[in-house]
């Protein structure tokens, strides 16, 4: 039933592998591009969700981070968690290699933390929205509480994280119309932000711009690695195992 669009997920992770072959600075730069389109979404919903109600502050936090996965889809740039599924696709359907999807992994998640980070730098010079100079700052709160989360919890976020945002990846290569594709977006992100979920990417903005500014002992580069460590595990599973190895098996299924 999804054979089409596994193969069109199939073909984009061998261009992925190939323009990596063929050009690593590229790439390195195009993922920095992610990272950083990720986190101005990152920017944006702290901005309008320090000043927003408590009651109200999820909900207007996830309507406002759409902005993230539009503008990696549409701009186009390398992000890690949807090689998570792009690239296992291309392994099972054999247009890429194990050594190929490593690379690209490695490769995007590498580049995005830099782009990552480069934004939050230019955004702290710029005076972070005032949103540092407190360490007990709402931004500093949410670092603080990721990083200091059980291990179990924030692998299960990754997963349901990734679940989300390949599924918004999976919908918006099913369809050709730019709207249905914006509006697909804009609802896995929503449920993603709203649910609390996690991010490696998206994090890596945030944890950047509280270690650059005021922040808590609580925040910290071991915290950091602890929490991206766990996350980037879970986002893996959500986007290879639910999402790739489940279509490819479903799809295996029904074409016996």
């Known amino acids: 039933m999804y054979t089409d669009t596994i193969d069109y997920f199939a073909k984009v992770a061998a261009t992925k592998a190939e323009a990596l072959k063929r050009n690593p600075l590229g790439f390195f730069i ?3 591009m992610a990272g950083a389109y990720v986190g101005f979404g990152i920017i944006l919903i702290f901005i309008v969700g320090s000043a927003a109600d408590p009651a109200y502050q999820k909900l207007i936090m ?14 186009g740039a390398e992000l890690f968690t949807g090689h998570n599924m792009y690239m296992p696709l291309g392994w099972f359907r054999r247009t890429t290699s194990g050594v190929d999807l490593a690379a690209v992994w490695l490769f995007a998640w590498i580049g995005n933390l830099v782009g990552s980070a480069g934004l939050a730098a230019l955004f702290v010079l710029g005076g972070a929205g005032g949103m540092v100079s407190d360490s007990s700052s709402f931004l500093n709160q949410v670092a603080s509480a990721k990083m200091n989360a059980p291990a179990i919890e924030l692998l299960a976020r990754g997963m349901l994280c990734n679940w989300l945002v390949c599924l918004a990846l999976w919908m ?15 609802w896995c992100l929503f449920a993603f ?35 991206l460590l766990w996350v980037t595990v879970g986002n893996i599973i959500g986007g290879s ?13 029904r074409r016996k």
């Open 172 to 186: 918006s290569g099913r369809t050709q119309n730019d709207m249905a594709k914006a509006i697909v977006i804009f």
């Open 62 to 75: 996830g309507t406002s981070f759409g902005i993230a996965l539009t503008l990696v889809v549409f701009a």
């Open 193 to 227: 932000i709203a649910s609390g979920f996690e991010h490696s990417v998206a994090n890596m903005t945030l944890f950047s711009i509280s270690m650059l500014g005021e922040h808590p002992e609580t925040v910290s580069l071991s915290g950091v690695a602890y929490n």
């Open 241 to 253: 195992v639910f999402m790739a190895l489940g279509y490819w098996l479903y799809s295996r299924e």
């Open 30 to 32: 195009g993922s920095m």
